[in-house]
């Protein structure tokens, strides 16, 4: 019994990886077609539609009047970092970048979360994971030059890439940001509030900087860019999310994260086979560097034997 619970998240956690590495070429279609802005907000709109309900059927509404300030502070930071900032990164980057490629960059999430995680939260760093982690970055810089690093060096990063990268550091910030704001709150809960709060800071900068049209633009989209909207909001939004703030809660944040490295894998399988995107070595090398990258960094995280308590010491708040 106890390890179907220690297995449970590790499976939710893989799910969010199939649906956020789905979510690249469908983001792919919807920049392509719809105006960014309004296309982000009507994606965490429906989301909410679907969040909220399901939140108020869990009784979670009632405990929204016993947060303080500091966690609607926290809420407010989530949704506008996780939310408002990737979306916005993820769409304009998704314009100018192939989906696998885009997908790619993201395996530099782990890394950069689990160093600040160490760093805050006092998490386990080992050489396991830090081979691990290293692997997961080399796999993103192969993927970045195409197989020729060299060329980072000369600046050979366009704008996409740079959009692409806002997406990390926005990511970064939204996982150790869940962290604190998770403290006695429940996945569902953090993830409606933020879609919601996400979704209404969306609609201000598209009606800001968009107008209505962009709004009329996107609500009369074709078929397949709706299509590709319900997956990202109730797939790889409503479903993924909650998963993904169970897998921290459950295994911390730089475990949890750990597993984004997969989301690339997916994303490039998805591009090749709906949008015919390229696979070459690069992509193959990278992809295959970023995934044993995963596993050790997973490996090295095993429970270790239990220290003396004098020996221990934590970090975290």
Not at 36 to 62: E, I, K, N, S
Not at 310 to 317: E, F, H, P, T, V
Request: hydrophobic residues 60%; proline residues 4%.
């Amino acid at each position: 019994m106890h390890s179907h619970r220690f297995l449970g998240p590790h499976l939710r956690l893989v799910g969010m990886a199939l649906l956020w590495g789905a979510s690249w070429p469908a983001g792919r279609i919807i920049a392509q077609s719809l105006p960014p802005l309004a296309a982000a907000c009507l994606r965490f709109a429906l989301a909410a539609l679907v969040l909220l309900p399901w939140m108020y059927g869990t009784g979670g509404m009632a405990g929204l009047r016993s947060w303080s300030a500091r966690r609607w502070l926290g809420m407010a930071a989530a949704a506008a970092t996780g939310v408002f900032g990737y979306s916005i990164f993820f769409l304009l980057g998704l314009q100018q970048v192939p989906a696998g490629k885009a997908a790619l960059v993201i395996t530099l999430n782990p890394v950069l979360t689990l160093l600040l995680a160490v760093w805050l939260f006092g998490e386990r760093l080992n050489r396991t994971i830090a081979l691990g982690m290293a692997l997961a970055a080399c796999g993103a810089v192969v993927v970045i030059s195409h197989g020729e690093p060299l060329r980072l060096l000369e600046g050979a990063v366009g704008a996409g890439e740079l959009l692409i990268l806002g997406c990390v550091v926005c990511w970064v910030a939204y996982t150790l940001v869940g962290r604190w704001v998770l403290t006695g709150v429940d996945a569902l809960s953090t993830t409606a509030v933020t879609s919601a709060l996400g979704a209404l800071m969306l609609l201000a900068a598209s009606l800001a900087f968009e107008g209505a049209a962009g709004l009329r633009a996107a609500v009369h989209g074709s078929a397949e860019a709706w299509a590709a909207l319900a997956f990202l909001a109730f797939g790889a939004t409503a479903l993924a999310y909650a998963w993904y703030f169970d897998g921290v809660k459950a295994l911390g944040a730089g475990a949890a994260s750990g597993y984004i490295t997969l989301v690339p894998v997916v994303g490039v399988a998805c591009s090749a086979l709906w949008l015919g995107e390229r696979i070459d070595a690069s992509i193959v090398i990278g992809g295959g560097m970023a995934v044993a990258g995963t596993a050790l960094m997973n490996w090295g995280r095993r429970p270790a034997p239990q220290a003396p308590a004098a020996g221990r010491r934590s970090l975290g708040a």
